[in-house]
């Protein structure tokens, strides 16, 4: 059920928004995506470009978007979350969205997220669900939020960890994450090295241990699959154990077993 925010809820305060844009041999999908971010209906935004040394045409599709947006050339791959970590340190906002250049952004993701975050000073990060596109643009689903994530109330730690015991990682849409500046700062860089691709998820988990997060119920982007993203190629073709439970298990043993429900736990070893 979608939720709609009263119009007193919302300010005339304008924060200034960091908008990061990681791209790794992105081009083939990377205008649709940088023309839908700065067709937001929230004005107030800084685009900034993270080329992570691109082999394919990156730097020709960027000089197409001079004086509109802000571009960073790598000099080596840093990987997907150390290129994102130097675009955090180099962003000026006060809020700053983590966006991908294979997505496309519906126009009022960035004003929706704003709204909800100056309403809730006490929110660190704000999420919306998404809808499901192929590599062509084509819509085949959309995305539905666990019964005790949905509302658009801030989400505790507890309830956080409870649902990623039960359902997976099935309602933090990275890619649509706004997060404030000074909330990066106090909890530390993503830790790549460590998590790989599962570091995104490491981070909100992290951040929602000392602030409440929440989830938008309106679908805020378009999120593409079946194109050969780094979550694909993960999944294909790692030889491995899925990173995703040794870092749960972390956060169990760190305490979250106090606040595991005996039947989030069965789901989890299940």
Known sequence: MSVTRAPAERSTRQPLVSILVPCFNGAAFLRESLDSILAQTYANIEVILLDD??????????????????????????GQFGNVNDGIRRARGELIAVWHADDVYLPTIARDEVEYLVAHPDVAAVYTTDLFIDADGYEYGRMSLPREIRGERPLEYRTILNALLTYRNRFLVGPSAMVRAAVYREVGEYCEPKYRI?????????????????????????YRHFHGNASQHYQRLRTDPDVYFPLIDEYLDAGGRAIATPGALRGHEA
């Open 53 to 78: 040394a691109s082999t394919d045409d990156t730097p020709e599709i960027a000089r197409e978007y001079a004086g509109r947006i802000t571009y960073v050339r790598q000099e080596s791959n840093l």
């Open 198 to 222: 599962a570091s995104d998820l490491e981070m909100w988990m992290r951040i929602s241990r000392r602030h409440p997060i929440a989830v938008l119920e309106a679908p805020g982007m378009k």
